[in-house]
């Protein structure tokens, strides 16, 4: 049987077994901070991907939202166009001068405007045309308003009804205007609607 001596003093022979000791607790140290760093690296690969998918949805959403905002716009487009046409096509025109005045109004473009029935049955007797549709807002009507004043031939507009879309569904004004062409003889406003149109133009 063999035995080893250490011919070491006592006090050495401790301080070299705490050096071992410490040495191994340095390596174990260095191996958990190696792991640490290879996790806090996959981690910030991961938030890395997550976030480059998150603003890779985020484009194709908005890009979405915009393509469905310009469909809805070439919806409504549409739509003005197509109920522009069936005023046009219901409507008996016999007349060169009203024909004209139909086209001038059926390429009239003004914003937040929706045009709903054009009444011409007295136009023979009073060149007299009537128009009801919805509004936006106060100030878009009175822009259309102006809007027709300018069309040529046009001797007078008055505004007859003129109804807030405040409370109501759809939020839109109602509103009746009634026009006057050369050699007509201009409608007589009520009193009720003369306050109508002039609450519409303040």
């Known amino acids: 049987m063999k035995y080893r001596v250490s011919l070491l003093p006592e006090y050495n022979r401790k301080r070299l077994n705490n050096k071992k000791k410490l040495e191994k607790i340095k390596v174990l140290a260095l191996a958990v901070l190696m792991v640490l760093l290879v996790l806090m690296l996959v981690v910030i690969g991961m938030r890395m991907f997550a976030e480059k998918k998150l603003d890779e949805a985020q484009a194709l959403n908005n890009e ?23 005023l046009i096509e219901s409507i008996q025109i016999d007349e060169p001068a009203l024909a004209n005045f139909l086209a001038t109004i059926s390429n009239l473009n003004n914003a937040g405007i929706s045009i709903d029935t054009i009444d011409c049955m007295d136009w ?23 809007t027709l004043k300018g069309i040529e031939g046009v001797t007078s507009v008055a505004c007859t009804s003129y109804t807030s879309g405040a409370g109501t569904t759809d939020g839109l004004a109602m509103f009746t205007v009634n026009i006057v062409c ?21």
């Open 64 to 86: 979405y939202a915009q393509k469905v905002a310009e469909l809805e716009q070439f919806r409504a487009i549409n739509a003005n166009l197509q109920q522009k046409v069936q």
């Open 124 to 146: 023979k007797t009073s060149r007299n045309c009537t128009i009801t549709g919805k509004a936006n807002s106060r100030e878009q009507y009175i822009d259309f308003e102006n």
């Open 182 to 202: 050369s050699g007509g003889s201009a409608v007589v406003v009520t009193t009720e609607a003369t306050t109508a149109a002039t609450t519409a133009a303040e």
